[in-house]
């Protein structure tokens, strides 16, 4: 769902002349963009300056006003964790549907008490992780905790605590939705992406993919696929892309040559 508005602009003041209303509400936002901000033009509305005493007086109201706004703990800290969001979302390029949903987690466990004693970049990190999985974004825990600055055994921990606390259905990770992934990195054709994914289907009709880590899996599958159509990729580019050790794409290899009986070159 697109909350933007329904008009279109394509220079600054077309899109100034036409906006009616401010930003709309976001939970990425600590305060989801309902507080409002006094301006720093020192000029009333006829354009004229304002005297000095008035121009300390709109300063006074202004600090205030930017304290009044993260006045409590809850809101320091939402203030904290949504710019961290918003900074990782941003190194792992992931959409603002996914960040959205990211914020929505967070604020359901700071409501309920699990933020207290433990990292709030960590939570977060976690948070976002959730979403991807949720979303069927393929990004690793790997990758958003190098982006963190948080070690990866800490966003894992908070991530099970998240997935026992609010109790949150974790859909199980499919290994198709890393095949673009690998191959985009790797420079694979299409038609050797879509024969990788008719093996992973096939994998996952005979129960061969089960309780295999998927982007393993989606590694091995480029790499048979790239055998059948002759493209010249070794293991270890095809690991190095998914992020995973060349022996995992190999054990991998061999049980699915095994189990779904492939005819390959050597």
């Not at 259905?169 to 994914?197: F, W």
């Not at 998927?214 to 095809?238: F, N, R, V, W």
Request: hydrophobic share 40%; with cysteine; net charge positive.
């Amino acid at each position: 769902m697109d909350k933007g508005p329904e008009w279109r602009a394509f220079t600054m003041e077309e899109k100034a002349s036409r906006s009616r209303v401010g930003v709309p509400t976001s939970y990425s936002v600590h305060d989801k963009g309902l507080s409002t901000a006094i301006g720093r033009v020192d000029r009333d509305a006829f354009g004229r300056k304002l005297p000095l005493a008035t121009r300390l007086q709109m300063w006074r109201l202004r600090k205030w006003q930017i304290r009044s706004r993260v006045h409590s703990s809850v809101d320091r800290n939402l203030a904290q964790a949504m710019a961290e969001l918003d900074r990782l979302s941003d190194k792992v390029y992931l959409p603002s549907s996914v960040k959205e949903k990211a914020a929505v987690t967070y604020r359901k466990a700071l409501d309920k008490g699990l933020v207290r004693g433990r990292s709030i970049a960590a939570i977060a990190a976690a948070s976002l992780y959730a979403a991807c999985r949720t979303t069927a974004t393929p990004r690793t825990l790997r990758e958003i905790s190098e982006a963190s600055l948080v070690d990866k055994k800490d966003v894992a921990r908070c991530y099970r605590l998240l997935l026992r606390e609010l109790d949150v259905k974790m859909p199980i990770a499919d290994p198709l939705t890393y095949v673009s992934k690998i191959a985009e990195k790797t420079g694979i054709s299409g038609p050797t992406q879509g024969r990788a994914i008719k093996i992973l289907a096939e994998a996952k009709r005979l129960r061969a993919s089960a309780g295999k880590d998927p982007m393993g899996l989606a590694a091995a599958a480029l790499y048979i696929s790239c055998l059948m159509a002759g493209e010249k990729k070794t293991q270890k580019d095809i690991a190095e892309a998914a992020g995973v050790t060349e022996v995992t794409v190999r054990n991998r290899y061999k049980t699915l040559r095994r189990q779904l009986d492939l005819k390959l070159p050597d």
